[in-house]
């Protein structure tokens, strides 16, 4: 019999995105460390192979009132690579930070036109002093992915202010 509490201990982030892009075009942009550092990162290293070394760092991101949350500087593994399909990396903790689960998944699938590219990371904390973190890393990653999508549709970048989804998606909408 099911139990009666049926809160959930956990949360996770998950972001869509329709890319105008082949998906190896997707895949080759997520795992060379010269692409990375071309719309994402100030600096990357990457062994794009399972079991394979990723370290990026990011630059500090302004928004009005201030910086935004990022990553700063991570390191870990390439954990799933599929050509063309998946990219997963498994993050070591960052000094002082606890509550971040260790995987992010970006799946990417054929679309007409583009790719469908689908961004998770599982395990957040659902616990109420949980929701700055959780917060923090959900604007981070759509930042990322909402960066994405404007370099491979435009060949533009804005490595240093935050944006969205939306708005990377009013920008492309005519192109």
Do not use: H
């Not at 071309?38 to 990011?58: F, K, L, P, Y």
């Not at 054929?110 to 957040?124: D, H, N």
């Amino acid at each position: 019999m099911p139990s009666a509490d049926t809160r959930l201990t956990t949360r996770d982030i998950r972001l869509a995105a329709f890319i105008r892009a082949k998906p190896e075009l997707v895949y080759r942009t997520l795992t060379s460390a010269r692409e990375l550092t071309r719309w994402w990162t100030s600096g990357a290293e990457t062994d794009a192979r399972n079991a394979g070394r990723v370290r990026m760092i990011w630059p500090k991101a302004r928004v009005r009132g201030g910086r935004a949350p990022g990553f700063g500087e991570r390191e870990g593994i390439f954990v799933d690579l599929e050509p063309a399909r998946k990219v997963a990396w498994l993050w070591k903790p960052a000094r002082g930070e606890k509550g971040v689960p260790p995987l992010t998944s970006i799946f990417v699938l054929p679309a007409r036109g583009g790719s469908e590219v689908t961004l998770l990371q599982s395990g957040f904390s659902a616990a109420a002093d949980a929701d700055r973190l959780y917060q923090d890393y959900a604007v981070a990653w759509e930042d990322g992915l909402a960066k994405l999508k404007l370099y491979l549709e435009t060949g533009r970048t804005c490595k240093t202010e935050t944006v969205d989804l939306e708005a990377v998606s009013i920008l492309t909408r005519s192109r």
